[in-house]
């Protein structure tokens, strides 16, 4: 389902991407790169409230992850937290 999503995402089909995306979710709750790539497309719709709530979710999935992860995993993770920190603030300026 995420490669699907990445997929429609690449051609600009956010609606397509956002479908996959929450289709994922259902199968792999509380995972943390599904939900930041929701936050990615709801931002990407200019949807910021929507956007900034799941940032904020992803950033709580992924701190656990983060705390289960060791080395390699870990950096991406770090990351990944880091970006969606990026866009919380941005969206909060708005």
Known sequence: MLREGDAFALRGDFVGALNRYD???VLRPNHGETTLRIARTLDKQLRPVEAELQYRR???QLEIELLR???EVAA???EAIA???ERIVVLERR
């Open 23 to 25: 289709r994922a979710d």
């Open 76 to 78: 991406r993770i770090a």
């Open 69 to 71: 992860a060791e080395g």
């Open 83 to 85: 970006r969606a920190h």
């Open 58 to 60: 992803a950033l709580q």
